[in-house]
């Protein structure tokens, strides 16, 4: 499974010049929990997380100190300001199984995708996790449709638990072909072919 089959996209962006509280509202609108940031041409200059804005805009309260705060802090006023400039980002052909594995290394909850250096989508935690609590019923038809378009005949599919199995007794080249398209789709964990 790849970037581009489970990534969010159209992707709401921000531009840097984009207020921190528009940037909120946006988070909050989309119910989402980053924004990737870029420029006029959507290269990726950045990115602006729940947490970047908070530390940018939740502001001390009086009653909860000893000592009073002091409240002249500078207070950021763009996405500009707060946003991440590392950004960890995946090409669009990007195996999922890395995209997890660098979100789990990490700590970031969502990862920009691009094609070129244009963003095209991001991948959230929340998209992984989508593709694990797919239903196994529509794992089975999925990778039934996709062998009846590559005119693989004589397969039958059964999917338990996100194992695909997949029984025929076509050639060795079916065989193969079966198995690609099988591990293509999201939600399957494991193939076992038997003939």
Do not use: F
């Not at 990737?36 to 939740?58: C, N, T, Y």
């Not at 009653?63 to 500009?80: I, L």
């Not at 991440?84 to 999922?96: F, K, P, Q, W, Y």
């Amino acid at each position: 499974m790849l970037a581009y089959e489970i990534m969010t996209s159209p992707v709401v962006t921000a531009e840097p010049n984009l207020p921190v509280r528009d940037a909120a509202r946006l988070l909050d609108r989309h119910e989402i929990t980053a924004l990737p940031v870029v420029d006029e041409r959507r290269h990726l200059v950045g990115i602006v997380s729940e947490a970047d804005l908070l530390l940018s805009e939740i502001a001390a309260d009086p009653r909860g100190h000893a000592r009073p705060h002091d409240e002249q802090q500078d207070r950021a006023a763009t996405v500009g300001d707060v946003m991440t400039l590392g950004v960890i980002a995946v090409h669009e052909n990007t195996d999922a199984s890395d995209i997890a594995s660098r979100m789990l290394e990490t700590g970031v909850k969502s990862v920009p995708v691009t094609r070129g250096q244009q963003v095209v989508g991001i991948v959230s935690r929340r998209d992984l996790i989508r593709t694990i609590a797919t239903a196994d019923d529509r794992v089975e038809e999925e990778i039934r449709q996709l062998l009846i378009e590559a005119g693989i005949k004589g397969w039958t599919i059964e999917v338990v638990d996100g194992e695909a199995h997949l029984t025929g007794n076509g050639s060795p080249d079916d065989a193969r072909v079966a198995i690609v398209l099988a591990r293509s789709v999201a939600g399957v964990a494991h193939i076992r072919e038997t003939s």
